[in-house]
Nanobody
Framework: LQLVESGGGLVQRGGSLRLSCATS????????IGWFRQAPGKSREGVSC????????LYTSSVKGRFTISRDGAKNTIYLQMNSLEPEDTAVYYC???????????????????WGQGTPVTVSS
């Protein structure tokens, strides 16, 4: 299993970015994919997740209404559309995956088994 993030960069406050998580090696939809972020000097934080079986999603409160997680099954890619970005969103963003048959994903990083290398996002004020 492999995850590769892309799409990070520098953006001004109020701007938008779309992160991509290209997946490979997954043989079924019994997985959840999550996006996490880690800002300098802070612990890793769960941002959003999507269950590949039923496309159910979950967001941390600070990004609700601003970020949208989605899946392109044909491209085996998970996206994180980030709008109305704030300097507080500055972090390295990671996607991760875990095997599950539960209906709802979680944004607690405990169950996640496979991680990408991360893509940096910087929001300037």
């Amino acid at each position: 299993l492999q995850l590769v993030e892309s799409g990070g960069g520098l953006v001004q406050r109020g701007g938008s970015l779309r992160l991509s998580c290209a997946t490979s090696g997954f043989t079924s939809d019994d997985y959840a994919i999550g996006w996490f972020r880690q800002a300098p000097g802070k612990s890793r934080e769960g941002v959003s997740c999507i269950d590949l079986t039923d496309a159910s999603t979950l967001y941390t409160s600070s990004v609700k209404g601003r970020f949208t997680i989605s899946r392109d099954g044909a491209k085996n890619t998970i996206y994180l559309q980030m709008n109305s970005l704030e300097p507080e969103d500055t972090a390295v963003y990671y996607c991760a995956a875990y095997y599950t048959i539960q209906a709802m994903c979680v944004i607690d990083d405990g169950p996640y088994e496979v991680w990408g290398q991360g893509t940096p996002v910087t929001v300037s004020s």
